[in-house]
Structures are given as C-alpha cells and as structure tokens.
C-alpha cells in the first residue's frame, strides 16, 4: 500500500538538542496526524493537524499542516532521553471510515 | 479516557491452530481499525470497519477472518497462518470525520 515519504529515517542526538522531522505526500489528506512508537507497543498520538497551515503545540512538541495538504513536520525541542523511539506521521482523507495512510518512520536516539 | 485494550498481548500459535484476536473500546468510537506491522516497518491497513460493518478489506488473505458483533468489540479471527503472518497487529479506533484514531498496545503473535 501507499507510504508516505518521512525524513530522517534515523538520528543520533545529543540531550538538549532541538530534533526536525518531515513527511511528504503526493496525495492531499484532511488530517495529518504524529504518533511515537515504543518497541512492542502500540502508537501513541503526539499531536493531530486538521487545517492546511495550522501551527500546533503539544508540550516540547510543534507540528505543522503543511499549506498544500500534501507535508507535516514535527519539531522537538530540548530533547531528553525518554524522546528515544519511533516517530511516524500519518496522514487521513476525508470519512468516518477512512484509511490511516503511515509514514516509513524516524527512529529518534538520544545520547547523553 | 482514549483507551483500546486488546488481548491477548502475546500469543504462539500452530500453522494447524484457530485463535482470536480481541479489541475493545468503550469511547463510542465508530469505526475501528486492524493494522499489522511487521519489524521496522509503519502499520499496514488490513480491514476497517465502520458502524459494525466492514468497509475496507485491504485484500487481505482469508486466512484472516474480521467480525464486528457490536459497536464496542473488534475481533481477529486466525486459521491456518504461516510463519510470515508473524507480526504485531494493531487495533485503533476513531469516532468519527476528521477525528484522530487512537491504537491499542497491539498483539505480538508468533506463528510456529
């Protein structure tokens, strides 16, 4: 099925640090939506995005909605160890029922 | 409360063996989700059920049976797997149009 393209797949950060992440799309979506994956556990929401352009915060947390519906990043800021995990975006059309199209991943880890 | 509970959390099966997968959610989500996601790799979109009945079917084999007996309870019902069916499957469940889905702790099934 479709993937979405995310940016990086991987990083090493150091404590402290600011994190970027992205995910790009050749399909529009009503919403897109970031979550973070511990291993062997189900995704967590971080922050979900309903409107092009909308600026959201959650915590050390900001995700944007990209103005042509086909983008999203996720900023991180001052990082810390508990950050390390998979994050991946999400993207979801219009409908009660519709699908949940994921991202290939970025898999954070933080170093002391 | 944003809970979806399913259980068993792990589960070893025979190739010859039926079992079932269960999800619950008591948030009077609409529609629900089964996602499977193998190792280092986004959830994958199996079937989607939305007011008790199925609306997406991602050709999935047949070996994996969805049954939605009420509005609150989500099941899997497995026969006759192979050993690459072994994965995570994931539920997650959403009330409604442009709403965030939230996912359950998943199932790590091991098929032998």
């Known amino acids: 099925g479709q993937q979405l393209n995310q940016s990086p797949q991987s990083m090493f950060i150091q404590e402290g640090e600011d994190v970027s992440m992205n995910c790009t799309s050749s399909?529009?979506?009503?919403?897109w939506l970031w979550y973070k994956q511990d291993p062997g556990e189900g995704p967590v929401l971080l922050i979900a995005l309903y409107k092009a352009g909308e600026l959201t915060s959650n915590g050390r947390l900001t995700a944007q909605f990209g103005i042509t519906r086909k983008d999203s990043f996720l900023n991180i800021s001052a990082s810390i160890p508990s950050d390390v995990g998979i994050y991946f975006c999400?993207?979801?059309?219009?409908?009660?029922?519709?699908?949940?199209?994921f991202g290939t991943g970025t898999r954070l880890q933080v170093t002391l | 409360d944003t809970e979806v509970t399913q259980t068993p959390k792990h589960l070893v099966m025979g190739m010859t063996n039926k079992k079932s997968l269960k999800c619950e959610q008591h948030m009077g989500h609409r529609a629900m989700y089964w996602y499977k996601q193998k190792a280092k790799k986004p959830p994958e979109l199996m079937f989607v059920y939305s007011y008790e009945k199925l609306s997406i079917n991602e050709s999935v084999p047949s070996r994996f049976s969805p049954e939605c007996p009420n509005s609150s309870l989500l099941n899997l019902h497995l026969h006759a797997l192979q050993p690459e069916d072994s994965a995570l499957y994931l539920c997650?469940?959403?009330?409604?149009?442009?709403?965030?889905?939230?996912f359950g702790q998943g199932t790590r099934l091991t098929v032998v």
């Open positions: 997650a469940s959403k009330t409604g149009e442009n709403t965030e889905a939230f």
């Open positions: 999400a993207g979801q059309q219009a409908g009660t029922a519709s699908k949940l199209t």
């Open positions: 399909s529009i979506f009503n919403t």
